[in-house]
């Protein structure tokens, strides 16, 4: 059974501010990886897909992903109280079809 | 970017009652859909899988009998809670891959159930 493992915080970064979020999996033949971001009493939104070794970065956020690690996180750069939320982890199940969440972080970010 | 619907977004009812969600797909034809759930703090658990023209697929852990699903069509899957209990109480959600995209998924906006 795979599984994905985070932090579920809370973390809490000031205005501006870079925010670090981190995801372990546990499957090394894992392949996809995806972030989401989720309000309060909302379904998730993707925020990023990573698929390969490296970073990969759109607007604000950076993925990255480390094989050898088995490690995914997020960064999101000038944090803003917008971004205030839970931001989940997630793999690709056995049969490669639907998503296994780690936990989330919440996040929350001060003006 | 692609838009799945979920019907009703908010339900309340007694114990013992059945219960039926509907999950869209308005713009795609998804020959997939997938159900979660989602417990207060906690993150969304894959209940079963909904495949159009056939059974669909449950975890472990979860009741088929319980927790009916039917993909009648390109565009629609259905949960019915059946005999509903308190512990069911929860918000489900359901989501669908573009037919052919593997990885991209588009959640509904989920349904809160509240079993009394």
């Known amino acids: 059974q795979k599984e994905v493992e985070q932090n579920s915080g809370p973390l809490s970064v000031p205005e501006g501010a870079i925010a670090s979020l981190n995801c372990t999996y546990s499957?090394?033949?894992?392949?996809?990886f995806f972030w989401y971001r989720q309000y309060s009493g909302k379904s998730p939104e993707l925020i990023m897909s990573?698929?390969?070794?490296g970073d990969k970065e759109d607007g604000r956020f950076t993925a990255q992903l480390n094989k050898a690690s088995q490690y995914v996180s997020l960064l999101i750069r000038d944090s803003q109280p917008s971004d205030s939320a839970t931001y989940l982890c997630?793999?690709?199940?056995?049969?490669?079809?639907?998503?296994?969440f780690g936990k989330g972080t919440t996040l929350s970010v001060s003006s | 970017g692609a838009v799945v619907s979920q019907h009703p977004s908010r339900v309340i009812c007694k114990s013992g009652t059945s219960v039926k969600i509907e999950c869209r797909s308005l713009?795609?034809?998804?020959?997939?859909m997938f159900w979660y759930r989602q417990f207060p703090k906690k993150s969304l658990m894959l209940m079963a899988t909904?495949?159009?023209?056939?059974?669909?697929?449950?975890e472990q852990g979860v009741e088929k009998d319980k927790f009916l699903i039917n993909h009648a069509s390109l565009t629609l899957s259905t949960l019915t809670v059946t005999s509903a209990h308190p512990e069911d109480s929860s918000f489900y959600i359901c989501?669908?891959?573009?037919?052919?995209?593997?990885?991209?998924?588009?959640f509904g906006p989920g349904t809160r159930l509240t079993v009394l």
């Open positions: 990573i698929y390969s070794n």
């Open positions: 499957d090394r033949g894992s392949q996809s």
């Open positions: 909904s495949n159009e023209g056939s059974k669909a697929t449950y």
């Open positions: 989501s669908a891959p573009p037919s052919g995209g593997r990885d991209t998924q588009y």
């Open positions: 997630a793999d690709l199940n056995q049969a490669g079809t639907a998503l296994i």
């Open positions: 713009d795609f034809q998804a020959t997939t």
